[in-house]
């Protein structure tokens, strides 16, 4: 019942950005804390940024902070992951996902992914 899109991502050179976004079906938007995860080929899944249901809390991770921001619009439905500064080692796909409660840094608390969105970062 909870649908998960992301959008935004492409193919992008270094130094460069891209906001990628991820849409919420149905009425629990705003119930949900919100993360972003990224998986490089032949990695695993990875923790990006997370954000708390009201926007007020947020999580970077060390490797992207200082050029990645994490946002959300709950009258939209929908949560933004700002890429500025981008780098080769960013290439991956980037899934959203949701939970119930606080903020994680764990792929296994959240209940909700969407079918990610490929950012490509090339020199």
């Known amino acids: 019942q909870v649908q998960l899109v992301e959008s935004g991502g492409g193919l992008v050179q270094v130094g460069g950005s891209l906001r990628l976004s991820c849409a919420v079906s149905?009425?629990?938007?705003?119930?949900?804390?919100m993360g972003w995860f990224r998986q490089a080929a032949g990695k695993e899944r990875e923790f990006v940024a997370a954000?708390?249901?009201?926007?007020?809390?947020?999580n970077l991770s060390d490797s992207v902070k200082g050029r990645f921001t994490i946002s959300r619009d709950n009258t939209k439905n929908t949560v933004y992951l700002r890429m500025n500064s981008l780098k080769p080692e960013d290439t991956a796909v980037y899934y959203c996902?949701?939970?119930?409660?606080?903020?994680?840094?764990?792929?296994?608390?959240?209940?909700?992914w969407g079918q990610g969105t490929q950012v490509t970062v090339s020199s």
């Open positions: 954000i708390s249901r009201s926007g007020m809390i947020t």
């Open positions: 996902a949701a939970k119930w409660g606080t903020t994680a840094m764990l792929p296994d608390e959240y209940e909700h």
């Open positions: 149905g009425r629990i938007f705003s119930t949900t804390a």
